[in-house]
């Protein structure tokens, strides 16, 4: 397992729709084993593919909050396919935006369907801050981020402060 670098927004590969995966195997679960020791690393409660600049429809979550009881989710080809009309309001965060926070409003629960570690097709029912991340992924496998969701004062605020960020580590690294 090995750690990968994680994209910070902007970066056009944070806009672009990841592709769906024709077949599960050894090279995929590396890559699903490489981006949960990120998200662990980071520290994080998920991770979409794209974030560490893979354009596959693929998330790693674990919002266990003991870390003495890991309880990793591999979603593979993961499709909402019902989300509630109650709605719920979650401060969220994003490793592609490192030190912003938002309280988005999204579904309070939704079902998904997917394809886990070892290729077998499941549902899965989740509400509070499991329903959240969920979609919070998905939305980064379609390129959308939360800070869509804030009105375009606050996003551009939040995109030139990443600007900025992103400046000064550039500085450091170089
Ligand atoms: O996409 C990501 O970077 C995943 C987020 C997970 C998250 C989604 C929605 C709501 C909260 C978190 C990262 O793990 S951000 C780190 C974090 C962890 C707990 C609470 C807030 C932010
Ligand atoms: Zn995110």
Redesign the pocket.
Same mark, same amino acid.
């Given at each position: 397992m090995s750690l990968r670098k994680?994209v910070i927004e902007p970066d056009p590969i944070l806009r672009e729709k990841s592709e769906s995966l024709e077949k599960v195997d050894d090279e995929l679960r590396s890559l699903l084993d490489d981006m949960l020791e990120t998200?662990y690393a /980071?520290? =994080? #409660? =998920?991770? /979409?593919a794209v *974030?560490v600049g893979v354009l596959k429809r693929l998330i790693v #979550?674990d919002i266990s909050k003991d870390k003495e009881k890991k309880d990793p989710l591999f979603l593979i080809n993961p499709k909402i396919i019902h989300k509630s009309k109650q709605t719920s309001v %979650? &401060? &969220? =965060?994003?490793?592609?935006?490192p030190g912003h +926070?938002a309280e #988005?409003e999204r579904p309070a629960e939704c079902q998904i369907k997917f394809i886990d570690y070892n290729g077998k097709e499941k549902e899965l029912s989740a509400k509070g801050?499991l329903a959240?991340?969920i *979609? %919070? &992924?998905v939305d %980064?496998l379609n390129g959308v981020l +939360?800070i869509d969701y804030l009105s375009k004062l606050k996003k551009d605020m939040i995109v030139k402060k990443l600007i900025k960020h992103k400046k000064e580590l550039n500085k450091v690294v170089l």
């Open positions: 994680i998200m /980071a520290p =994080g #409660i =998920g991770l /979409a *974030q #979550i %979650h &401060e &969220e =965060g994003c490793l592609s935006l +926070f #988005i801050l959240t991340c *979609q %919070h &992924e %980064h +939360f």
